[in-house]
């Protein structure tokens, strides 16, 4: 079996790249897999309030995903 190709957090990444696929701190790796999020856009969708309710998931956490993913409720142009 091949080693999966790992991706750098990017507002560029689709909605349903699985987080599993992406190259966060194992910290918040482990946090979002267990709070349920498995894709980019759930982690997008899920408010900041929520997000600081998370275990061990503090402000700090919840910056650097949103400057890497995306503010929540951002919405790309597509078109």
Do not use: C, Y
Not at 26 to 53: C, F, H, M, P
Not at 57 to 69: D, N, P, Y
């Amino acid at each position: 079996m091949s080693e999966r190709h790992m991706l750098d957090p990017t507002p560029e990444l689709p909605d349903d790249t699985p987080i599993d696929r992406v190259r966060f701190p194992a910290r918040i790796q482990n946090v979002l897999v267990a709070a349920g999020l498995k894709t980019v856009g759930e982690v997008r969708e899920t408010s900041d309030e929520t997000l600081l309710s998370f275990q061990d998931f503090g402000k700090g956490s919840v910056a650097r995903l949103r400057e890497t993913l995306g503010a929540e409720g951002e919405k790309r142009d597509d078109r």
